[in-house]
Nanobody, 125 residues
């Protein structure tokens, strides 16, 4: 059983940067692909980025490509999402998710077993 806790959300101005973090306990992090999803108020939860168990492979949603960077530190059991050039449409609750490595780096919610409680990111002037 993996327990995930997100942190680092907050209010940021358009064009600004923010890093959200995900702390994992209860498992060996390298055994999991780790992803970030986001859910704007009243909308579906959508894929943002994913990183493989070793950190060698990543994939991003087209809407964040070139602006967001996912990374991980398996020794510290941490996953990060560095966000830059933020836009109002990036406003959402951001969720960390863990899925078994054999599924690869997948953008599908159903492939992830464990989820955090989410952290709110608001982009507004």
């Amino acid at each position: 059983q993996v327990h995930l806790v997100e942190s680092g959300g907050g209010l940021v101005q358009p064009g600004g940067s923010l890093r959200v973090s995900c702390a994992a306990t209860g498992g060996t992090l390298r055994d999991y692909s780790m992803a970030w999803f986001r859910q704007p108020q009243g909308k579906e939860r959508d894929f943002v980025a994913v990183i493989s168990g070793t950190g060698q492979r990543t994939s991003y949603a087209d809407s964040v490509k070139g602006r967001f960077t996912i990374s991980r530190d398996n020794a510290a059991n941490m996953v990060y999402l560095q966000m830059s050039a933020l836009k109002a449409e990036d406003t959402a609750v951001y969720f960390c998710a863990a899925g078994p490595r054999y599924r690869g780096i997948t953008p599908y919610r159903g492939d992830y077993t464990f989820w955090g409680q989410g952290t709110q990111v608001t982009v507004s002037s």
